[in-house]
């Protein structure tokens, strides 16, 4: 197992920081809101004064200030992506999963590379570019190679005028040579999530498995990053400790990696815990975070760590999407499915599902509302294929300039989508949308948004640049 000379968490620093927190002093918190619109990030201290605020005039202040930093560095742009589960086999136990080994409760499968292609060919069919490829812990007998030729199958699958230009990964920690094997892919970003940061929560909600080893689990991503994966994703299962505490240590698993390798996660997951067969835990959480702590938390997030994504998926209501879109978020998922086969079969084809949802709704009426908002639904796969990853892409868009690259991209990918797969009344509302995000481009960008959408229009597509 690899060790590191300096711990990557400090719970005696984080313990000392919030059993200090009093009453926040408004001058105190608009210094800190001023600090965190200058987008350099936020101290520990400064997100435990903001986390101890609750007058909800103050709050108003902070979702502001989230907003125009959210809008300062992303614009309109929302990029969209769908998760794919090929499997729900796993060895641990984590008493908050419906995966997990010992659950007598759902129908274990792994999908067939034949299922697998199914799969990937009814996204295409409904305009995703960008999927999620999900596994559990254990695998068929191939072992690793499963994942590795599910990948291969993904990128593999054409179906009319689309194909899956992106495949993000997120599978159990691996050896340092796995990952190296996994880098040889082509993915996206490697996505691994602690689930809490806390060590004694950590223990007592994994009983059993590989997963209990906390150290193992912590150091994946340094494991990915030496072995030259430079996207990848962090997260914090909501609920199962208290938020003030997780929120601090994921901000310290964020730094420990700027230290280590000049660049941290290139995005934030945030999913609470929702009820999952046959899961008590899941269904009655321990640290239930209401709306409007999950509400803090993203927009916290967005002035702490401003340059990376946030993603928002379907365990959360279209309402909470919505609000959230304003306060950080930067990535969403849609028309999601969280049991293997559940595209071809549906929602709950086989009782397999890892978790319950809170939006239901297909891709179309996703892509129809987000546009309606104003947002700019985003299929762009461009950065990954350039090379503008990790360092390089931070390097371009803390001074804003990838924007340049981006509002164009999205745009054209927009309206690929808008062409190929909308129905009619989403075609009408995301041209105007289009049109509305043109209009508050720099000249040279418009120029060169106008010229790749007529390029769309002829008929050539996956235009970027």
Partial sequence: MDTFAVPVIDPE????????????????????????????????????????????GLLQ????AAKKVKETIYGKRLVIFAPMYISNLCGNECLYCAFRASNPGIVRRALTQEEIARETAILVDQGHKRVLLVAGESYPREGFG??????????????????????NVNVAPLTSTEFSELKTTGIGTYQLFQETYHPGVYGRVHTGGKKRDYDWRITAIDRAMEAGIDDVGIGVLFGLSPWEWELQALLQHIRHLEDRFGVGPHTISVPRLEPATGSDIAAHPPHAVTDIDFRKIVAILRL????????????????????????????????????????????????????????????????????????VPSFCT?????????????????????????????????????????DPGTRVTGERCISDFMEDMTPEARERTEAMLRTVKEGKRDVYC
């Fill in 382 to 422: 461009g950065c990954y294929r350039l090379g503008r990853t990790g360092k390089d892409f931070m390097d371009l868009a803390k001074p804003g300039e990838i924007r340049m690259h981006c509002d164009p991209n999205a745009a054209s990918t927009f309206m690929e989508y808008l062409l190929d797969y909308a």
């Fill in 61 to 64: 202040e902070l979702y502001d």
């Fill in 13 to 56: 620093r984080i313990e000392s920081l919030l059993s200090g927190r009093t009453i926040t002093e408004v001058p105190r918190f608009r210094e800190v809101i001023s600090r965190g619109l200058e987008m350099k990030g936020l101290s520990p201290e400064d997100v435990a004064c903001l986390a101890s605020v609750s007058d909800p």
């Fill in 146 to 167: 499963y994942v590795l030729k599910s990948i291969a199958t993904v990128y593999g699958v054409k179906s009319g005028r689309g194909e899956i230009r992106r495949i």
């Fill in 304 to 375: 702490a760590v401003p340059y990376t994504g946030i993603i928002m998926s379907t365990r959360e209501t279209p309402h909470m999407r919505r609000e959230t879109f304003a306060l950080g978020v930067s990535q969403i998922s849609a028309g999601s499915r969280t049991n293997p086969g559940g595209y071809a079969e549906g929602e709950h084809g086989e009782d397999g599902s890892q978790f319950s949802l809170g939006d239901h709704r297909p891709l179309n009426e996703v892509i129809r509302d987000v546009s309606s908002m104003g947002y």
